[in-house]
């Protein structure tokens, strides 16, 4: 049965999965430089043909995954509505997701097809909705939440996440969005299947009971 996951989230020591202040020369904010350092790393050993940890859940995060969601945050720093249709994500004129990713956004815009078969889609319907849609889109394959947290919290709260991939790495925030604030017991369905580390980071999955 096809599995929503969350793969390659990544946060501070003390929380923070995001800083304040995004904006096109800081995508995810001040205050986290550094932050995503390890899944690069991780990335220029798989290019090199190298193994390791991080490579690993960088490969792991990849497979069977057949359409994506995510924040309006994530797509992009411009807030309110869309004064037109050029900003196309952080990701250039071929984004790396190859499907169907929709975002979550009060300010809906048509759908916005990319090179290599990304298409984006806006909507502002309920997550029980828009989990449907990528199903159908993903046909039979898994989706993944690519983030922000603001997102994946969404999801948690609705009970909708399968199995969650986070990754601490040595840094302090002091200030941001944290991902596990407000949950109530959104958590309590949830155990720690695995736990590993890197030099450059802790990676756990937490999976349904």
């Known amino acids: 049965m096809p599995k929503l996951r969350v793969h390659n989230l990544t946060v501070t020591l003390d929380g923070f999965a995001s800083g304040v202040g995004q904006r096109p020369g800081a995508p995810f904010g ?33 497979e069977n995954i057949g359409a994506t969601i995510m ?5 992009g720093p411009v807030r309110g509505p869309w004064q037109d249709e050029s900003w196309t994500g952080w ?29 984006f ?54 200030r941001g969005e944290r991902l596990f604030d407000d949950l109530g017991d959104a958590l309590d369905g949830y155990r720690v299947a695995e736990v590993v580390a890197s030099p450059a980071a802790t990676h756990s999955l937490l999976v349904r009971r």
Request: cysteine-free; glycine content about 16%.
């Open 30 to 62: 001040d205050g986290v430089d550094g932050l995503h350092e390890w899944a690069f790393a991780g990335m220029r050993e798989l290019t090199d043909g190298k193994g390791g940890i991080d490579a690993g859940w960088i490969e792991r995060g990849d």
């Open 91 to 119: 990701w250039g004129e071929n984004p790396p997701y190859h499907h169907d990713v929709f975002v979550h956004t009060h300010h809906l815009r048509p759908s916005q097809p990319m090179e290599g078969g990304t298409v």
């Open 121 to 174: 889609h806006f909507t502002d319907e309920p997550v029980e909705t828009v989990l449907r849609r990528a199903f159908d889109a993903a046909g039979g394959q898994d989706v993944r939440i690519g983030g922000g947290p603001a997102t994946v919290q969404q999801y948690l709260r609705a009970g909708l996440v399968d199995e969650m991939h986070v990754v601490v790495v040595p840094l302090l925030a002091g």
């Open 71 to 75: 924040g309006r945050n994530m797509f």
